[in-house]
Structures are given as structure tokens and as C-alpha cells.
């Protein structure tokens, strides 16, 4: 498996990503997920002790998260359009390689952001 240095967080082991893909947690929880492409990462619906890092692995690409249909995505920077609402995206648009965010269970309710590095913004 590859690693990545991760700023603040040192090497961890990751998993390369081209395009649209599904975190799941045997496959993606607890690595990072390196975005070498433009595309969607979908979140599976909330789940004790799951959590995900999405890098921004190449220059140029625009990159969303998005939450299953039931779920939010709340925590640090959150005061955004669009947070706090069942089934909006944060989105990472031509962010520098490095950008990340780092998304863990937060309840029932859906994700809180523990860790981001660049800007992202909030679907409205």
C-alpha cells in the first residue's frame, strides 16, 4: 500500500483515486484518499468509528464530497452556505496538491470535519 505525507499528520496509507468512487470502510476508512482527478467521492451513510481523509492529489481538478441523501456535513468552517443541511457537498475547487479534509462520525445526524487544509466550500 502507498503512503503519503499528510501535512501535520506525517505519513499514512493511502489509496489513489481518478474519479468518482464510493468510500467504503474495508476499502477507505482510515486512509487517505488521494483525488488524482476530478470527481465525486460519495460518503456511505453515517457509521460508529468511521472516518475519512480526501487529499486533493493533482492540480486544477475540482473534487466534492458528498454526504448520503440523509446526512449533513457540519464541524470547522461550517458556517458556510449549505452546511448543516441533509445532503450537501463540500467541494475542494482548484485547490493546491495537499489540500485535505479529514471527516469522522459525528452522530446519527452525519459527519463533523475534524481536520481541513486549503478552502472549501459548501454546496448552498
Do not use: C
Not at 465525486?40 to 487529499?55: E, Q
Not at 495537499?98 to 454546496?123: H, K, M, P, R
Request: proline share 3%; charged share 10%.
Amino acid at each position: 500500500m502507498a503512503e503519503i505525507n499528510l501535512a501535520a499528520f506525517g505519513y499514512q496509507n493511502s489509496v489513489t483515486v481518478t474519479g468518482d468512487t464510493t468510500a467504503s470502510l474495508t476499502a477507505h476508512s482510515g486512509k487517505v484518499l488521494n483525488v488524482a482527478g476530478s470527481a465525486t467521492i460519495a460518503l456511505p451513510p453515517v457509521g460508529t468509528m468511521h472516518r475519512y481523509t480526501i487529499r486533493v492529489g493533482a492540480e486544477g481538478k475540482t473534487i466534492a464530497i458528498s454526504p448520503n441523501a440523509s446526512d449533513l456535513i457540519a464541524g470547522a468552517g461550517a458556517a458556510n452556505s449549505g452546511a448543516g443541511a441533509d445532503n450537501k457537498d463540500v467541494i475542494f475547487t482548484n485547490q493546491p496538491v495537499g489540500s485535505y479534509i479529514t471527516l469522522a462520525y459525528g452522530d446519527a445526524n452525519g459527519w463533523t470535519i475534524v481536520a481541513s487544509s486549503g478552502t472549501i466550500t459548501f454546496e448552498a
